[in-house]
């Protein structure tokens, strides 16, 4: 018997990264700022631990978009499934030529585009899509706050989050 809500506890672990990292950032600044010897440098060298565990934490929280969705999302080994009701796919992120968000979809979807592939269709509400945000981040040259401003904009059209940069010829 859980004495939580099943709604905060959603909460709390959506922004698990982030409480944690204020957590040791609190016990890093209480040993720089109270301590001596050792545990004074420790403090200081565990703050920007702290803040970048925050920094993610954020980050990866704004990019949750909920729960029910149809489907279920696995991320392994550089490759992203989804496994649907009625048809499912998966691509390898190294043959990724382009990721879209389609947000006149409901619920809204990622698309992600592979050469010599139909698009898979991801809602962002399914089962394991928050696995995604760390897939999508090694694409190079994503901009993720550009991404996570998308994804809660409320675009009318479909976006272009991300497109693999062809190499130009002279």
Same mark, same amino acid.
């Given at each position: 018997?859980? =004495?939580?809500?099943?709604?905060?506890?959603?909460?709390?672990?959506?922004?698990?990264?982030?409480?944690?990292?204020?957590? *040791? @950032?609190?016990? @890093? %600044? !209480? !040993?720089?700022l109270?301590?001596?010897?050792?545990l004074?440098?420790?403090?200081?060298?565990?703050?920007?631990?702290?803040?970048?565990?925050?920094?993610?934490?954020?980050?990866?929280?704004? #990019?949750?978009?909920g729960? @029910?969705?149809?489907?279920?999302?696995t991320?392994?080994e550089?490759?992203?499934?989804?496994?649907?009701? #009625?048809?499912?796919?998966?691509?390898?992120? $190294?043959? *990724?030529?382009?990721? $879209?968000?389609?947000?006149?979809?409901?619920?809204?979807? !990622?698309? %992600? =585009?592979?050469?010599?592939?139909?698009?898979? $269709?991801?809602?962002?509400?399914?089962?394991?899509?928050?696995?995604? #945000?760390?897939? =999508?981040?090694?694409?190079?040259?994503l901009?993720?706050? /550009?991404?996570?401003?998308? %994804?809660?904009?409320?675009?009318?059209?479909?976006?272009?989050?991300?497109? /693999?940069?062809?190499?130009?010829?002279h």
């Amino acid at each position: 018997m859980s =004495f939580v809500r099943p709604e905060a506890m959603e909460t709390v672990l959506r922004w698990r990264d982030a409480l944690i990292g204020a957590a *040791l @950032g609190s016990l @890093g %600044l !209480w !040993w720089a700022l109270g301590a001596h010897g050792i545990l004074n440098w420790i403090g200081w060298l565990v703050l920007p631990v702290a803040a970048a565990l925050i920094w993610t934490g954020i980050r990866r929280a704004r #990019f949750h978009s909920g729960r @029910g969705g149809p489907g279920v999302v696995t991320v392994d080994e550089g490759a992203i499934a989804w496994l649907g009701p #009625f048809h499912g796919g998966a691509v390898a992120l $190294e043959d *990724l030529d382009r990721l $879209e968000l389609d947000p006149t979809r409901n619920p809204a979807v !990622w698309r %992600l =585009f592979a050469p010599g592939q139909m698009p898979l $269709e991801i809602p962002v509400t399914a089962e394991g899509a928050d696995a995604l #945000f760390d897939a =999508f981040a090694r694409l190079p040259g994503l901009d993720t706050p /550009k991404m996570l401003a998308e %994804l809660r904009g409320g675009a009318q059209a479909p976006v272009v989050i991300w497109q /693999k940069s062809r190499p130009r010829l002279h």
